[in-house]
């Protein structure tokens, strides 16, 4: 399965499906790969962005603590839907 992020300047975003199809069938290292690239460029003060079809963010991630607070929240949301699906 292929995941595009788009690269602007300082910043990194993701559409909201991709992003949704990354956290739920993605693959470990998919999923970890695309973390690490993310956290890169928030080290490097820069924002990461989950936009809708619209191009509208849906939500704006600007340091690195609080990615890693967010990507707690996906990797509960990731357990639940493996879960889900193997009943």
Not at 66 to 86: I, K, L, S
Request: proline letters at 0%; charged letters at 25%; glycine letters at 4%.
């Amino acid at each position: 399965m292929n995941f595009e992020l788009n690269f602007l300047e300082h910043d990194v975003s993701i559409a909201e499906d991709t992003w949704t199809a990354l956290v739920t069938t993605g693959s470990d290292t998919s999923l970890a790969n695309v973390r690490a690239t993310i956290l890169g460029v928030l080290e490097r003060n820069g924002t990461f962005t989950i936009e809708d079809s619209n191009d509208q963010a849906v939500r704006r991630i600007e340091t690195a603590a609080e990615f890693e607070g967010f990507m707690q929240e996906v990797e509960m949301q990731r357990t639940q839907f493996q879960q889900d699906q193997a009943q």
